[in-house]
């Protein structure tokens, strides 16, 4: 099994912060980050009824085909992909090579503009993903504890999980 | 792969049901969808063709509750298990944390679940798995059908390293959270080990 994806407190308020800027500068109505394997990390905008679990898997899926699709043609991937709607539009990119930045956005704003302002935002997120791995390097190198809520977990406490 | 995000105080696990087609991984997931009260569970989305044959997969979120002040949230998928699909099947393999192999009992299925139970190794071992270390239960379903191999012989021939064996009737949900906790809490060991506990 491979090791746990590990998000901080301090690193989960930089994306927030990332996130909610992109949103406001793109004009965007709801942006998203999930990992590769469909797990929603951080979400923000307007869209309150939206269901974000399902948008997370679904939205994996589809980089996870769309991948597919590139390497049979021989392309390494498609790192932007984009669906354009008769209201809203979903723009769709890669960030620090592992996960999906998601933008869904209307008629007040435009392609160009969630293009220009993701570049920006890209370059931000890498760095606050390359700090969490320096961190869960440095904490293995050292041995320290990951704080898990695991390591001290009993059969009681999964069983009373079911019931 | 599990998620932990400290922030939210949340873990996210996968869970990928597989196994030859029509074996009744989709059941398994609708009889936990119907039995699992609204508060537990997210949209059950299937990705499937007209005639209801999983295309791509079918997709579970289910809450179960908080273990050690972390709210504990596993995502099941299924992938589609009619052979042609096998280039979607892999996508979903992509950070499993746990396994569950449905087995079609039906003796004309025999080969069809080998077939499928040596695709698994094969797609686990391409994205770096291997299914001896993987979270992994057996189910057995449909073991209310007239023409079944008896449990000894399926198990037999299924079982890979000593995991779990549930009989099931997917359908009217024998078997069905059986199988869940016992992949769940394989999982949640998991993790404990490797947090060092």
Known sequence: MSTPVVMYEQEYEQLK??????????????????????????????????????????????????????????????????HEGERDNIHISIIAARVILVVIFDGRSSLGLVRLRVKRATAEMNAIFHSIDTKIERERDLGISL????????????????? | M????????????????????LGGKTTNLQYIYDSTAAQAKGKLISLATETDRTLFFDFLPLD???????????????????????????????GVDG???????????????V??????????????????????????????????VSSSELSGELRRKG?????AVANRGVGVFDTLKAVAKQVLLELRKNSGG
């Open chain 2, 115 to 148: 077939e499928s139970l040596f695709n698994l190794e094969s797609n686990l071992k391409q994205h770096g798995y291997d299914l001896m270390k993987v979270p992994y239960v057996l189910q057995l379903n449909k073991r209310d059908l007239p023409n079944i």
């Open chain 1, 147 to 163: 704080d898990s809520p695991f390591a001290e977990i009993t059969e009681e406490d999964i069983d009373a999980l079911f019931n």
């Open chain 2, 163 to 167: 995991e779990p064996v549930f009989e």
């Open chain 2, 99 to 113: 396994m569950v192999f449905v087995a079609d009992s039906q003796r004309e299925r025999m080969d069809a679940n």
């Open chain 1, 17 to 82: 912060g990332a996130i909610t800027r992109l949103c406001a500068d793109a004009n965007a109505k709801f942006v998203f980050l999930v990992d590769r394997s469909g797990q929603q990390i951080a979400s923000h905008g307007e869209m309150i009824n939206l269901d974000t679990t399902s948008l997370a898997s679904l939205t994996a899926g589809n980089v996870a085909a769309t991948d597919g699709l590139a390497h049979l043609i021989g392309e390494r991937g498609f790192p932007v992909l984009s």
């Open chain 2, 2 to 21: 599990t998620f932990i995000n400290y922030a939210s105080r949340e873990i996210n696990c996968k869970i990928v049901y597989y196994g030859p087609g």
């Open chain 2, 64 to 94: 179960l509750g908080t273990v050690r002040g972390f709210k504990t949230r596993f995502h099941l998928y299924t992938v589609p298990g009619q052979v042609f699909y096998d280039a979607s099947r892999k996508l979903i393999l992509k």
